[in-house]
């Protein structure tokens, strides 16, 4: 009996389709990763991380909040964060997914409708799929068509609060949610949900993200990532009292998780005085954003640029996206395919992220490689 086949057919039939997956070690420029200000090695969270060592900081909470789990260095962090990004509160988790999936699971109620967009994070799908509210999607971006489908939904007689999830900066397309024509639809419905994974750090104020202006109303929730431009790991849920009370009281993968570890409660405190005394770490990426879409729209004009430090380079099908990624990484620059279910079907891409770990030299280095290796240009 092969109680394996299930799992080795399904694994053949990726690899036919062109998108079985494998791990691979980072090599090259990097071109690829998250770390968009360039914290995740910086000598200042180093040394932040040696001082908290130093002071008796442990490296795991080893219980969770509501048990032994509870420490000076998260609630001091989730004090100052709620402050820095003008939050009554903030809660803190242990990563972007389960932050997203805990906050979905939780705070929509029975007879509530969740309403994404339909480009939502994996995470926010599958907190929908396990939360208690009804679920709907709405065309991307496209504000005219979430009003019809909360029509549509009180029109059936519906009378709950509307949750409505997008994320400010979407993380395979780089494009903007047109966030305050959302909030004038939650403002009469119910509640606005933004995640800042991918704004946190390089938009805003001394990167408070894109949503920064609506943060402190009772009826929105801000989700912040410290995995990403701030360099180190975990995530903050912001939102009113009453909301994050509730989440301690109710939210079971805050519950019964292990808490956040102190260590990176120190270095997220470092991140966010980064963010305050460097303001150079922002414009300087965006000059590299401003200089790819320059050298881009010249080179391969067909293409589409986001505006931000995320770029979608569209193949369409799996196979070739990947042949070019591999083409692209054996010059020396770590830019990786993405595949569906992803992205959808036929818009297979190179998503390439601007960070500063690459020099501007090597921005123009690698928009003429890709106009060297492009399929058919």
Same mark, same amino acid.
């Given at each position: 009996? =092969?109680?394996?086949?299930?799992?080795?057919?399904?694994?053949?039939?990726?690899? +036919?389709?062109?998108?079985?997956?494998?791990?691979?070690?980072?090599?090259?420029?990097?071109?690829?990763?998250?770390?968009y200000?360039?914290?995740?090695?910086?000598?200042? /969270?180093?040394a932040?991380?040696?001082?908290?060592?130093?002071?008796?900081?442990?490296?795991?909470? @080893?219980?969770?909040?509501?048990?032994?789990?509870?420490?000076? %260095?998260?609630?001091?962090?989730?004090? *100052? @964060?709620?402050?820095?990004?003008g939050?009554?509160?903030?809660?803190?988790?242990? $990563? $972007?997914?389960?932050?997203?999936?805990?906050?979905?699971?939780?705070?929509p109620?029975?007879?509530? &409708?969740?309403?994404?967009?339909?480009?939502?994070?994996?995470?926010?799908?599958?907190?929908?799929?396990a939360?208690?509210?009804?679920?709907?999607?709405?065309?991307?971006?496209?504000?005219?068509?979430?009003?019809?489908?909360? %029509?549509?939904?009180?029109?059936?007689?519906n009378?709950?609060?509307?949750?409505?999830? *997008?994320e400010?900066?979407?993380?395979?397309?780089?494009? +903007?949610?047109?966030?305050?024509?959302?909030?004038?639809?939650? =403002?009469?419905?119910?509640?606005?949900?933004?995640?800042?994974?991918?704004?946190?750090?390089?938009?805003?104020?001394?990167?408070?993200?894109?949503?920064?202006?609506?943060?402190?109303?009772?009826?929105?929730?801000?989700?912040?990532? &410290?995995g990403?431009?701030?360099?180190?790991s975990?995530?903050?849920? !912001?939102?009113s009292?009453?909301?994050?009370?509730?989440?301690?009281?109710? !939210?079971?993968?805050?519950?019964f %998780?292990? @808490?956040?570890?102190?260590?990176m409660?120190?270095?997220?405190?470092?991140?966010?005085?980064?963010?305050?005394?460097?303001?150079?770490?922002q414009?300087?990426?965006?000059?590299?954003?401003? !200089?790819? #879409?320059?050298?881009?729209?010249?080179?391969?004009?067909?293409?589409?640029?986001?505006?931000?430090q995320? *770029?979608? &380079?569209? *193949?369409?099908?799996?196979?070739?996206?990947?042949?070019?990624?591999?083409?692209?990484?054996? +010059? #020396?620059?770590?830019?990786?395919?993405?595949?569906?279910p992803?992205?959808?079907?036929g818009?297979?891409? &190179? +998503?390439?992220?601007?960070? /500063?770990?690459?020099?501007?030299?090597?921005?123009i280095?690698? @928009?003429?490689? /890709?106009?060297?290796?492009?399929?058919?240009?």
């Amino acid at each position: 009996m =092969d109680r394996l086949a299930v799992y080795r057919r399904d694994l053949d039939g990726l690899a +036919r389709l062109s998108r079985r997956r494998v791990l691979s070690h980072r090599q090259g420029i990097d071109f690829s990763s998250n770390d968009y200000i360039g914290l995740a090695q910086s000598p200042r /969270l180093v040394a932040a991380a040696r001082r908290a060592l130093d002071a008796g900081v442990p490296v795991g909470a @080893a219980g969770s909040r509501l048990l032994r789990g509870q420490t000076e %260095a998260q609630a001091r962090f989730e004090d *100052v @964060a709620a402050r820095f990004f003008g939050a009554e509160a903030a809660l803190g988790f242990g $990563g $972007g997914y389960v932050a997203n999936f805990a906050v979905l699971t939780t705070l929509p109620q029975r007879g509530d &409708l969740l309403l994404m967009d339909e480009l939502s994070h994996a995470s926010t799908h599958e907190g929908a799929r396990a939360g208690r509210a009804q679920v709907a999607t709405f065309r991307h971006g496209d504000v005219g068509h979430a009003a019809d489908v909360i %029509a549509d939904w009180r029109a059936q007689g519906n009378t709950g609060a509307v949750w409505i999830a *997008v994320e400010s900066l979407y993380s395979m397309d780089g494009d +903007r949610a047109p966030l305050d024509e959302l909030m004038a639809l939650a =403002d009469e419905h119910g509640f606005l949900m933004v995640d800042e994974a991918h704004a946190t750090g390089v938009f805003g104020p001394q990167g408070r993200g894109l949503a920064h202006h609506l943060e402190g109303r009772d009826n929105v929730v801000t989700l912040h990532t &410290l995995g990403k431009a701030l360099g180190g790991s975990g995530a903050l849920i !912001c939102a009113s009292r009453v909301l994050i009370d509730f989440l301690v009281n109710r !939210c079971r993968p805050f519950i019964f %998780a292990t @808490a956040p570890s102190p260590l990176m409660a120190e270095v997220g405190l470092e991140s966010l005085a980064i963010l305050r005394d460097e303001p150079w770490r922002q414009a300087v990426l965006q000059g590299h954003i401003d !200089c790819f #879409g320059a050298e881009i729209a010249r080179r391969l004009p067909h293409l589409r640029v986001s505006g931000s430090q995320i *770029v979608p &380079l569209i *193949v369409g099908q799996n196979a070739p996206t990947m042949e070019l990624a591999a083409a692209v990484q054996s +010059r #020396g620059f770590d830019l990786r395919g993405i595949r569906p279910p992803t992205v959808p079907e036929g818009t297979s891409r &190179l +998503r390439l992220s601007l960070t /500063l770990n690459a020099s501007r030299a090597q921005v123009i280095r690698l @928009a003429e490689l /890709l106009e060297e290796l492009w399929p058919d240009s």
